[in-house]
Nanobody, 124 residues
């Protein structure tokens, strides 16, 4: 069973940066596609970006050029580097794992494992 534990997040001013981490236990993540989603109050969970086992990345238009996903297989950890943050980036952020590491899905229902979530607040 894969367990994903998130860290990072917090409060930052607009224009600032944060890095979120998602560490796995129970199984290596190297064969999984890893994704990040976010959910703002009163809104549905939305796709932020993902990275395949082959290190192919894909991002939502709203974060493209500002957010970067990377993975360190030796540490069994995936990162979300968020730069030039905007107030509209405020949300709870979740990492997710798809056991088929060769595809990227933007629908959250297609992911097998989830982190506990971490709050990101961007003040204006």
């Amino acid at each position: 069973q894969v367990q994903l534990v998130q860290s990072g997040g917090g409060l930052v001013q607009a224009g600032g940066s944060l890095r979120l981490s998602c560490a796995a236990s129970g199984r290596t993540l190297s064969s999984y596609t890893m994704a990040w989603f976010r959910q703002a109050p009163g809104k549905e969970r939305e796709f932020v970006g993902a990275i395949t086992r082959g290190v192919v990345t894909y991002y939502a238009d709203s974060v493209k050029g500002r957010f970067t996903i990377s993975r360190d297989n030796a540490k069994n950890t995936v990162y979300l580097q968020m730069n030039r943050l905007k107030p509209e980036d405020t949300a709870d952020y979740y990492c997710a794992a798809d056991r088929d590491g060769n595809r990227i899905y933007i629908s959250p229902i297609l992911y097998d494992h989830w982190g506990q979530g971490t709050q990101v607040t961007v003040s204006s």
